[in-house]
């Protein structure tokens, strides 16, 4: 009878370990897992058949030398920055992108998640699961091509319009009536902001993708801002707003003349936007240190203080923002900031409700 | 004035370009691709090219590659025109000796006017870049 019950019992267990095989087996993502030194104590098929190896080519083997794990832009992962390593530190699962070297040489792009195995309270290894996530990847990177093309398509005509309409109101063409000009810079005006959200739209689609370039050069960019208020007269003065530039000492820097001009530019844009009739707006450049700073500040409606941890994310807009413009996405100032860094620099801001900004870009010099 | 060479597809601001261009003195030749541009270059011998990028037949790209082009005219200044702001073709451009890269849709035709002038003025290479 006791014989029974514990061949009962013996077979009960074999079966539950052909059952636990059979599903870790067919498991279609990645496994390997790890004892608590990092040697290869279990992969399943679906990673050998992902990775190139046979089984034999990994059991046992220090699993940060038997796979090599590349960043985005293909350099090795060291050890201590590893997800495996920082999951052991951690006591805590780490998921991530990167890339694992197949035993062929080739990239494969992987999602991976790793987890401590936690027994008795301490790790006693690890378990890495990934996914193959090419496909995702080339629908990222046919996503920005079509954005990139649709935005060029877009604003080529859009580039006519503004053209012939300012040859227009420049007086190519000759006089015009102050009301023709009145309804030649509605048009100019139209088309300014289909530009800025095109523009917004390309560069985040950029930026999001890694795909943005930059191209430093020498730029003077007490220059550039002066540029961008010339821009932007037109727009202070219709609402009365009172406008000051002052740069001190050198201004010039390497960086992409195009990009920083754009952060300035949605900067100013900003100002204007949400200071109201009759205020007055600041610009500063100047040297601090290692930067170079840029402080637009305004005497506009503010930031309320709920808003300050969230005014960088995208398509966030402020409560008092809101209520008084219908038209904004929300996304200028994720832009900037996602710009900002793409030129190794940094921007932050100082606030009060009712009282006025400060937004301050600094570049590094 | 200068002689201006235009590179660009689409007809409407092809036009417009050399409108406001003859406007302010300069003796323009309009050209539709890169291919008619290399042609044009063999019998003219132009100060500043405004070259747009993505176009049929030749791009502008494949234009700054072209062996003639460096080789004859290895001082001509190009003005990239382009709507693909921060992209890596205009990285390429640079790489290939564009002078400066203009937005197509940013620039009031004033500011044309004022771009093609400093470039012209301009001797260095690389200069303080004020005006994108």
């Known amino acids: ?365 | 004035m200068a002689k201006v060479l235009v590179v660009e597809d689409d007809k409407d601001l092809n036009t417009a370009y050399t409108l406001i261009l003859e406007h302010d003195g300069h003796q323009v030749t309009p050209t539709y691709n890169g291919q008619e541009a290399l042609k044009a270059i063999k019998t003219s011998d132009p100060d500043l090219i405004l070259l747009d990028l993505l176009m049929p037949v030749m791009g502008g790209l494949e234009f700054l590659q072209n062996y003639e082009l460096k080789k004859k005219h290895p001082n001509v200044k190009v003005l990239i025109f382009t709507n693909m702001e921060n992209s890596p073709e205009v990285n390429e451009a640079y790489k290939l000796g564009a002078h400066r890269c203009i937005i197509k849709s940013w620039t009031a035709p004033q500011n044309l006017s004022r771009v093609i002038k400093d470039a012209l003025n301009e001797s260095q290479p690389e200069q303080p870049e004020g005006l994108a």
């Not at chain 1, 951690?90 to 999602?111: A, C, H, T």
């Not at chain 1, 930026?207 to 540029?227: F, H, Q, R, W, Y």
């Not at chain 1, 500063?284 to 506009?300: A, F, M, N």
């Open chain 1, 1 to 365: 009878m006791a014989t029974n019950q514990h061949d009962t019992k013996m077979r009960s267990a074999s079966e539950e370990r052909a059952q636990a095989n059979a599903l870790f087996n067919s498991i279609g993502d990645g496994i390997i897992a790890t004892d608590e030194f990092g040697k290869i104590t279990r992969v399943n098929p679906a990673a050998l058949h992902m990775l190139g190896y046979r089984e034999k080519d990994l059991l046992g083997k220090w699993f940060p030398s038997a796979i090599v794990v590349l960043g985005e832009q293909g350099e090795p992962i060291g050890l201590i920055d590893r997800p495996i390593t920082r999951a052991f530190l951690l006591g805590m699962p780490i998921s991530e992108r990167n890339y694992f070297l197949r035993k062929d040489g080739s990239k494969l792009p992987v999602s991976v998640t790793v987890s401590p195995i936690i027994h008795k309270g301490r790790p006693t290894g690890a378990v890495e699961v990934f996914r193959d996530v090419s496909a995702e990847l080339e629908i990222d990177r046919m996503k920005s091509e079509f954005i990139s093309l649709a935005s060029h398509q877009l604003r080529t005509p859009l580039s006519a319009v503004k053209t012939y309409t300012h040859m227009l109101l420049d007086g190519y063409m000759g006089e015009t009536t102050p009301e023709q000009r009145r309804t030649l810079s509605t048009i100019v005006s139209a088309t300014n902001r289909m530009n800025e959200l095109i523009s917004t739209l390309l560069n985040i689609t950029r930026i999001e993708s890694g795909n943005i370039a930059v191209t430093p050069k020498l730029v003077n960019i007490a220059k550039l801002c002066d540029e961008v208020l010339r821009e932007h007269a037109h727009a202070a003065r219709d609402k009365g707003i009172k406008v000051a530039f002052k740069s001190t000492g050198a201004t010039s820097t390497r960086t992409d003349a195009l990009i920083a001009k754009e952060i300035i530019s949605n900067l100013i844009s900003n100002a204007i936007k949400y200071t109201p009739e009759e205020g007055t707006i600041g610009v500063r450049v100047g040297k601090h240190g290692k930067r170079l700073i840029i402080c637009v500040e305004d005497s506009g409606i503010g930031i309320p203080d709920e808003a300050r941890e969230k005014i960088f994310t995208k398509f966030f807009r402020a409560a008092n923002v809101v209520k008084r413009e219908t038209t904004g996405t929300g996304l200028g100032l994720y832009l900037v900031k996602g710009l900002a860094e793409q030129l190794g620099g940094d921007i932050w801001f100082e606030s009060e409700e009712n009282k006025g900004s400060s937004f301050y870009f600094a570049l590094p010099v």
